[in-house]
């Protein structure tokens, strides 16, 4: 097992996954001024997990004014 997590392809996949998702997380939270969210989703990394429930159900609740 540790084997195959430490292998290049399994590596890039991660990336691969995460970079779009975090990339469109933090647009999101940097739009709506949300800065608490912007630095939690950029400094925890949970292999996308994070990023796409902001994306799908905090992102759409209306930002405090």
Not at 19 to 45: M, S, Y
Request: hydrophobic share 60%; charged share 15%.
């Amino acid at each position: 097992m540790e084997q195959f997590l430490a292998h290049p392809l399994f590596l890039v996949g991660i990336a691969l996954w995460t970079l779009p998702w975090k990339g469109v997380a933090l647009w999101r939270a940097a739009k709506r001024g949300e800065k608490k969210w912007f630095v939690a989703l950029l400094v925890i990394n949970t292999l996308a997990v994070l990023e796409i429930l902001y994306i799908f159900i905090f992102s759409k609740k209306q930002p405090p004014i």
